[in-house]
């Protein structure tokens, strides 16, 4: 079967920093692209940073310069380093495998960012 998890989720202070991580399992990692999107209570899904098979890097401009995104093949890992947390950047945070039609998503992870 085919597994998609995220972790590193937590609570921290405006300012703050925090590191998710999504491993998955059951695919041939290196050829897939991994997004990450989030969605905070009724709000659209957002689309947050992107990074390809070929270490080719996309962010959303609200993240651009706090939030970096890179991959291990080497453990199936991405991970998505958050710097200079907001409060406006409270939501679940979901990890998104894909390749060509193929897509698989985990089950997210909470990031609460307080004043």
């Known amino acids: 079967d085919v597994r998609v998890v995220e972790s590193g989720g937590g609570l921290v202070q405006a300012g703050g920093s925090l590191r998710l991580s999504c491993a998955a399992s059951g695919v041939t990692f290196s050829q897939y692209g991994i997004t990450w999107f989030r969605q905070a209570p009724g709000k659209e899904r957002e689309f947050v940073a992107t990074?390809?098979?070929?270490?080719?890097?996309y962010y959303h401009d609200s993240v651009k310069g706090r939030f970096t995104i890179s991959r291990d093949n080497g453990k199936s890992t991405v991970y998505l380093q958050m710097n200079s947390l907001k409060p406006e950047d409270t939501a679940v945070y979901y990890c998104?495998?894909?390749?060509?039609?193929?897509?698989?998503w985990g089950q997210g992870t909470q990031v609460t960012v307080s004043t």
């Open positions: 998104n495998a894909r390749l060509s039609s193929e897509q698989y």
């Open positions: 990074i390809y098979a070929s270490y080719n890097t």
